[in-house]
T-cell receptor, first 115, second 111 residues
Framework: GAVVSQHPSRVICKSGTSVKIECRSL??????MFWYRQFPKQSLMLMAT?????????EQGVEKDKFLINHASLTLSTLTVTSAHPEDSSFYIC???????????FGQGTRLTVV | GEDVEQSLFLSVREGDSSVINCTYT??????LYWYKQEPGAGLQLLTY?????DMKQDQRLTVLLNKKDKHLSLRIADTQTGDSAIYFC???????????FGTGTRLQVFP
């Protein structure tokens, strides 16, 4: 079946630095990708919708200058957490929809720890 | 690793009840969630159940959890055409603190 690869699976960074997370669809072209954040012991929160070739659509309350999303190709979307702070520490998951927007496939997730 | 499985398709007549099933392998599950995804949209949280509960009802939605068999189901009463979507179950694992998703069940409601 379709596979979405998310990298890295775990990253520790210093406060004030930036971290880039990649989400790749390995065997299909994804016109739309979603970025979610999961707070400890809680469910997912949708952060933004990433559309290939256009600007991402951010959910209310998500700072677009802090969470930069680039969907430059049909197989790759990146989320960059800029000037990371300890409160950005979380589990980030991407998902990708196929060309006909029928199914969603999830990445393995990235555990970000900001120290 | 832990796994969550769902049947791929379900087709029901408008007005009937729908039952979507999910099985999981995680023995450290804390919460189990049901999400709905409409075409082109992100996930929408429908409901969730704590792992020590057997049942939770929320308007037209009823969640049943059989912890012994690691089986979760979502029943939608009086299914409407607007309920047509893909439904994902997800397991929040205590051991890894990660959400593990099923493959999704496509629910099609016909008149």
């Amino acid at each position: 079946g379709a596979v979405v690869s998310q990298h890295p699976s775990r990253v520790i960074c210093k406060s004030g630095t930036s971290v880039k997370i990649e989400c790749r669809s390995l065997d299909f072209q994804a016109t739309t990708m979603f970025w979610y954040r999961q707070f400890p012991k809680q469910s997912l929160m949708l952060m933004a919708t990433s559309n290939e070739g256009s600007k991402a659509t951010y959910e209310q309350g998500v700072e677009k200058d802090k969470f930069l999303i680039n969907h430059a190709s049909l197989t790759l979307s990146t989320l960059t957490v800029t000037s990371a702070h300890p409160e950005d520490s979380s589990f980030y998951i991407c998902s990708a929809n196929g060309m006909v927007n029928t199914e969603a496939f999830f990445g393995q997730g990235t555990r970000l720890t900001v120290v | 690793g832990e796994d969550v499985e769902q049947s791929l398709f379900l087709s029901v007549r408008e007005g009937d009840s729908s039952v979507i099933n999910c099985t999981y392998t995680d023995s450290s599950s804390t919460y189990l969630y049901w999400y709905k995804q409409e075409p082109g949209a992100g996930l929408q949280l429908l409901t969730y159940i704590f792992s020590n509960m057997d049942m939770k009802q929320d308007q037209r939605l009823t969640v049943l959890l059989n912890k012994k068999d690691k089986h979760l189901s979502l029943r939608i009463a009086d299914t409407q055409t607007g309920d047509s979507a893909i439904y994902f179950c997800a397991d929040l694992s205590y051991n890894t603190d990660k959400l593990i998703f099923g493959t999704g069940t496509r629910l099609q409601v016909f008149p």
